[in-house]
């Protein structure tokens, strides 16, 4: 086992790396895609609705997560993942379940020190992770606040779990610092992600990205509690009526990166928010069906897969006004 010394000496070193090239990029925010140009140090916000200070609604031990991250039993062997939902959001998506967070940008300012003292009561609790959702437009008092935990005992896998739509330059700096990366893929379509994300260029922004993280991290390494350690695992959210794009996702995985790679294939969809009356539904069983089967065909190593759509009453919104947002109707 590396020594704690030489292993925190090693995290520290990348941090600072890392913060060293991305702070200037706040004064003139170029840290995502978008490239809003505001200067946050002096709370100007730009999409993200974000300033210096990173907002949080929830930290929480996560048992809904693919199992390598939540574990399989609750309780009995696993502790959850010790999640962290940061409100605001770089690429508002019409449909997200998350629109309290992401377009309401409901929650309270945190410190670094009081983010900080969030990852170590998680690692209390017994986390098996450090789980950042949402991490793209707040990388920069993450960076900050994990300088402080580190240096105050922090020893757990930290997940980057993100929407894909992620600056090259910024992913490039989290080497050495991310264990598991968790991006959603959730368009090939550029006609698909400027209407449903007002982002047509997702596509070619995400694949830079996702590269960059497999090159990091390409080997799903889980341990004898079948629990992952480090790796990429990509997400993919069906939509209705778009399971062509969905195959089209599978597909450039497969060619592009590895079936070696987990793959989430979630069918949780449910329209939320501002979802447009062509999605206004549920995903059908056959849609589910058919990009379950081209990614069982492309040979996919670490498939992770949701049950069948849900019904109208059992879809998986959480609500972050409640103290525990994830007590679905069953």
Not at 126 to 135: T, W
Not at 177 to 190: A, E, F
Request: with cysteine.
């Amino acid at each position: 086992m590396m020594d704690r010394e030489f292993w925190l000496q090693r995290k520290l070193e990348a941090i600072d790396r890392a913060l060293d090239r991305l702070s200037p990029l706040e004064a003139d925010c170029t840290l995502c895609p978008r490239h809003c140009h505001v200067d946050r140090t002096r709370g100007e916000t730009g999409v993200c609705q974000t300033g210096s200070q990173a907002r949080v609604s929830v930290g929480l031990l996560h048992f809904g997560e693919e199992p390598v991250l939540s574990g399989r039993g609750r309780p009995a062997g696993a502790r959850g993942s010790g999640t962290i939902f940061f409100t605001g959001c770089n690429l508002k998506c019409l449909f997200c379940q998350n629109f309290q967070l992401s377009w309401l940008n409901e929650g309270e300012l945190r410190t670094d020190e009081q983010l900080a003292e969030l990852m170590l009561q998680l690692q209390q609790r017994g986390a098996l992770n450090i789980n950042f959702v949402s991490p793209t437009h707040v990388i920069l008092p993450i960076l900050r606040a994990l300088k402080i935990a580190y240096r105050r005992g922090l020893s757990i896998p930290l997940v980057y779990n993100s929407n894909g739509y992620d600056s090259l330059e910024v992913v490039e700096q989290l080497r050495g610092i991310v264990d598991i990366y968790l991006p959603d893929l959730k368009y090939v379509s550029s006609e698909l992600s400027r209407r449903y994300s007002s982002a047509p260029d997702y596509f070619e922004q995400a694949r830079l990205a996702l590269q960059e993280m497999y090159c990091q991290q390409p080997d799903l390494v889980i341990d004898e509690r079948e629990i992952a350690r480090q790796g990429l695992i990509i997400r993919h959210l069906v939509l209705p009526g778009s399971a062509d794009d969905s195959i089209r996702v599978l597909e450039w995985i497969a060619e592009n990166l590895s079936t070696g790679v987990g793959l989430s294939l979630m069918s949780q969809y449910h329209p939320c928010y501002k979802a447009p009356a062509e999605i206004q539904r549920e995903i059908t069983r056959e849609e589910y069906h058919r990009v379950m089967q081209r990614a069982l065909d492309l040979g996919f190593e670490h498939l992770f897969l949701q049950p069948e759509p849900f019904q109208q009453d059992e879809h998986l919104v959480p609500d972050f006004r409640r103290k525990d947002p994830f007590r679905w109707k069953n």
